[in-house]
C-alpha cells in the first residue's frame, strides 16, 4: 500500500486562491505507527510537528478516475495524524534536496479507527479533530478544503494507479503542534474516538 499525501488543502483566509493543482507527497506503509503503539521521539531530529488529517481508504483498482466516478472507489474515512521533522525539511528546503526523510519516516502517521463512509449522515461536511490532554486542539470541516476528495483522486490517479488499502490524506486544517514528552493526543471523526496517541 501507499499513503498518498495533500498538502496546503486548507485555507484559513479567504484572500488565499485556490492553486492549479494540488501539492501532492507520498509516505511509505512503514511509516503508519502501529495500532496502540505511542510515537518515540525520533532522535535524529529536535523539533517534530504533528497534525490532524481527514484520511480515506481506497476500495477498488483505479487509473485515471474521473472525479464524477472517485466516489466509487473509496469506502472509509478517519481522522489521521502526519508527523512532520521540521528541522529535517528545513534543512532539505534550503539546500534544493527532496525531503521525503522528514515526512516518511518511520511511524509517522497514526491512523484512526476506520469508519464505513455509509455511517456518515453528511460526507460533504465531515467533522474531525484532536484533542491534546483533554483539550481540543486541531480541528477541521471536509467542506473547507481547497481540493475535494474526489478531485484529489482525480488528479493522483493521473499519476499513481490506486490500489486497495491505500490510503489518501487530505491535508491539515489548522497549524502544527509542536510534540511533547508525555502529552497525549485523541483524533476524532464527528462525535466517535478513532484513535488515542501518547507522545514518548
Same mark, same amino acid.
Given at each position: 500500500?501507499?499513503?498518498?499525501?495533500?498538502?496546503?488543502?486548507?485555507?484559513?483566509?479567504?484572500?488565499?486562491?485556490?492553486?492549479?493543482?494540488?501539492?501532492?507527497?507520498?509516505?511509505?506503509?512503514?511509516?503508519?505507527?502501529?495500532?496502540?503503539?505511542?510515537?518515540?521521539?525520533?532522535?535524529?531530529?529536535?523539533?517534530?510537528?504533528?497534525?490532524?488529517?481527514?484520511?480515506?481508504?481506497?476500495?477498488?483498482?483505479?487509473? @485515471?478516475?474521473?472525479?464524477?466516478?472517485?466516489?466509487?472507489?473509496?469506502? *472509509?474515512?478517519? $481522522? &489521521?495524524?502526519?508527523?512532520?521533522?521540521? %528541522?529535517?525539511?528545513?534543512?532539505?528546503?534550503?539546500?534544493?534536496?527532496?525531503?521525503?526523510?522528514?515526512?516518511?519516516?518511520?511511524?509517522?502517521?497514526?491512523?484512526?479507527?476506520?469508519?464505513?463512509?455509509?455511517?456518515?449522515?453528511?460526507?460533504?461536511?465531515?467533522?474531525?479533530?484532536?484533542?491534546?490532554?483533554?483539550?481540543?486542539?486541531?480541528?477541521?470541516?471536509?467542506?473547507?478544503?481547497?481540493?475535494?476528495?474526489?478531485?484529489?483522486?482525480?488528479?493522483?490517479?493521473?499519476? @499513481?494507479?490506486?490500489?486497495?488499502?491505500?490510503?489518501?490524506?487530505?491535508? *491539515?486544517?489548522? $497549524? &502544527?503542534?509542536?510534540?511533547?514528552?508525555? %502529552?497525549?493526543?485523541?483524533?476524532?471523526?464527528?462525535?466517535?474516538?478513532?484513535?488515542?496517541?501518547?507522545?514518548?
Amino acid at each position: 500500500m501507499k499513503i498518498i499525501c495533500v498538502g496546503k488543502n486548507y485555507s484559513q483566509s479567504p484572500e488565499v486562491t485556490r492553486p492549479e493543482t494540488p501539492l501532492i507527497f507520498l509516505k511509505p506503509d512503514s511509516a503508519i505507527l502501529p495500532k496502540d503503539h505511542p510515537f518515540f521521539i525520533p532522535e535524529f531530529s529536535n523539533d517534530i510537528t504533528l497534525e490532524v488529517e481527514l484520511a480515506v481508504r481506497i476500495c477498488r483498482l483505479g487509473k @485515471y478516475i474521473s472525479a464524477r466516478f472517485a466516489h466509487k472507489y473509496y469506502d *472509509a474515512y478517519t $481522522a &489521521a495524524v502526519d508527523f512532520t521533522a521540521v %528541522d529535517i525539511m528545513k534543512e532539505a528546503q534550503e539546500k534544493g534536496m527532496p525531503w521525503e526523510l522528514s515526512k516518511g519516516f518511520d511511524g509517522s502517521v497514526v491512523l484512526g479507527e476506520w469508519i464505513d463512509k455509509h455511517d456518515i449522515i453528511d460526507t460533504e461536511k465531515i467533522n474531525f479533530s484532536m484533542s491534546k490532554n483533554d483539550i481540543t486542539v486541531n480541528k477541521g470541516v471536509s467542506s473547507s478544503m481547497l481540493f475535494s476528495i474526489d478531485e484529489i483522486i482525480e488528479y493522483v490517479s493521473r499519476y @499513481y494507479t490506486l490500489k486497495i488499502g491505500d490510503v489518501i490524506l487530505t491535508g *491539515a486544517p489548522q $497549524a &502544527a503542534l509542536q510534540a511533547v514528552k508525555n %502529552d497525549y493526543y485523541e483524533g476524532f471523526l464527528e462525535d466517535k474516538k478513532v484513535f488515542g496517541l501518547k507522545i514518548k
